[in-house]
């Protein structure tokens, strides 16, 4: 039921062991970190932020916790980020992060 709720809120379900793999697999914690990709020039400081935060798998609510804001404010945040850089959703927002240098593993 949680993970309802937690879909019905905007949020993705992955599991950790998923997440691990994905991050294991594509992103080498020797590999030297890219230059940030040009397409990231789109988001406003915030924004990049708030994907930042989200790579490291962090849910809605914990986000405007941790910056001060309104859950809406967040999920206003998120919805640019993905219309920005045309993602469909958190796993692809993960993979781009990691893919542009904007996070590695072990941040």
Do not use: W
């Not at 230059?35 to 405007?64: C, F, K, M, Q």
Request: proline share 6%; aromatic share 2%.
């Amino acid at each position: 039921m949680a993970a309802v709720r937690l879909v019905g809120t905007g949020d993705a379900l992955l599991a950790p062991s998923i997440t691990r793999r994905l991050v294991e697999r594509f992103a080498s914690p020797t590999a030297p970190r890219p230059a940030l990709h040009r397409d990231l020039a789109v988001l406003t400081p915030r924004e990049l932020e708030v994907l930042t935060l989200i790579a490291r798998g962090r849910s809605n609510a914990e986000l405007a916790a941790e910056l001060t804001l309104s859950e809406a404010t967040v999920k206003t945040h998120v919805a640019r980020i993905f219309a920005k850089l045309a993602l469909r959703d958190r796993a692809q927002a993960v993979v781009l992060a990691y893919e542009t240098g904007l996070v590695a593993p072990g941040d």
